[in-house]
Structure formats: C-alpha cells, structure tokens
C-alpha cells in the first residue's frame, strides 16, 4: 500500500469541485476564515508548474512559441495565462495537449502537499476539474457546489470581460452539474442564499 493510501485511510480529504464561476473562491475563503483546515488549490499549484523555467514551462513554450510570452512581463518572459486560456478554448487538440502535460504534474504536486499535512484530520482540495481529471482517487469525499448556469454565465460576462457566447462555451467544455452529481457526496446549493451551503459547511465541517 502507497502512502496516499496509507494517508487516506486516517484523513479526511475534501475534494471541493464545481463548474467555473459557480463559487468556488467564495466557499473556499470562507472555509478558509472559519475553519483551520488546510486548503490545496489545484488552480494555484497549476499557476506554480507554468513559472519560467519550469518543466511544464518548457513544454508549452516548445509548443506554442514566443506567441505565448506576455509582452507585458517580458523581462521575466512568464507565460500569458489569459492568452493560454483563449487557444485552448478554441483549439481542442492544444486543449487535449495542454491537458495531458499538466494534469498529471497537478496531481503528483496535490499528492506530494496532501502528505506534507498527514497529521492534519482534514484537509481540503480545490479542484475545478476534479472529474475531468480523474482526481477522484486521491479524495475521501467529493462535494460539488450547485449554481444555475444563467448566474455562472453573468459571474464569467463580469470577471473575464468576454461576451455571452464565450461565456456558455467556456461552461459547456465542462462536464455538466447533472453528469458531476451522479459522482458527488455532497452538494453545497450556491444558487442565491449563501445561508445554505454556510449551514451545510457548518454541519459537516
């Protein structure tokens, strides 16, 4: 037996998911504020593997090219995020790619944090593509947080600054929250009443 099994059978490990711009950030600070449980975020750790000079790094730029630089940190030559996002959205073999470099690479990072804090009962991972990603195995638990696409659709309009259609398609890549339901423990209802999923986190966490 592994020590992410070892680990998993005396831990607690969240796996806190959802579609984009469901509120995910906005469960997650409050967690963080009201409970002393370690926080894993998958977003941050995938930001870490992209820094100049990293393997992950390398890899993009081999395929991309400088096209991928951001002109405006140039000095520093750092990846443009935002840019990143826009090809892959748009190409699904970059996407497909993309995917396949960095997944695993998050993974192995989440594994590596998740036993740094094995004497912690719980702790929590944030994970946008948990099961897009196949990170079932590494959780004991997966909530899924709840939010009508409508609102998630206006959340994207008023955050990324794109239009409407880019918007649904950027929600549509996504498994739907019926397909994510099937695999859930938990769902946290963000809907419009953040008292829900408060009381929901109180009563569980």
Known sequence: MDILQKSKKTQRRIGLTGGIASGKTTITNYIRKHKNIPILDADNLSREL???NTYGYKKIL?????????NKNNSERAINRKLLRKIIFKHSE????????LHPLIKEKMIEECCQYKNNQTIVLVIP???EAKFEDICT????????KELQVKRLIKRDK???KEAYESINLQLSFEEKRKFSDIILD????????IHTIRELL
């Open 129 to 131: 593509l948990l099961f």
């Open 50 to 52: 992209i820094k100049p």
């Open 141 to 148: 638990e997966i909530w899924l947080v709840k939010c009508p």
């Open 94 to 101: 970059s996407k497909e790619w993309i995917e396949k470099l």
């Open 162 to 164: 794109i239009s409407e």
């Open 190 to 197: 963000n809907s419009n009443d953040h008292n829900k999923w």
């Open 62 to 70: 081999d395929y991309f090219g400088n096209k991928i630089i951001d």
